[in-house]
Nanobody
Framework: QVQLVESGGGLVQAGGSLRLSCAAS????????MGWYRQAPGKQRDLVAT???????NYADSVLGRFTISRDNAENTVYLQMNSLKPEDTAVYYC??????????WGQGTQVTVSS
């Protein structure tokens, strides 16, 4: 079992920045991929960015050039640096972990609100 603890959400003005963190803990697990997804009210949960253990990244087109995903393998932690935030980035952001056993785990979600 893997537990995920997210932090870093909040309220920010358009053009501002936030940094999200997600720490994974548990016993006898090995992480393959980590990532962030987001869900706005009334919409489906969408991919924001993912990163593999070797550091290969993937971004949604809407955040490319503004958001940066990174990870600390030793600490089983993934980060999302969000710059030049827009009101349309407002959503609940969820951390995701895919283990080498191909099991998905989700964080509890952290609210990001961008005011115009």
């Amino acid at each position: 079992q893997v537990q995920l603890v997210e932090s870093g959400g909040g309220l920010v003005q358009a053009g501002g920045s936030l940094r999200l963190s997600c720490a994974a803990s548990g016993s006898r697990f090995s992480i393959y991929g980590m990532g962030w997804y987001r869900q706005a009210p009334g919409k489906q949960r969408d991919l924001v960015a993912t990163i593999t253990r070797s550091g290969t990244t993937n971004y949604a087109d809407s955040v490319l050039g503004r958001f940066t995903i990174s990870r600390d393998n030793a600490e089983n932690t993934v980060y999302l640096q969000m710059n030049s935030l827009k009101p349309e980035d407002t959503a609940v952001y969820y951390c995701n972990v895919l283990t080498t056993s191909l099991v998905n785990y989700w964080g509890q979600g952290t609210q990001v609100t961008v005011s115009s």
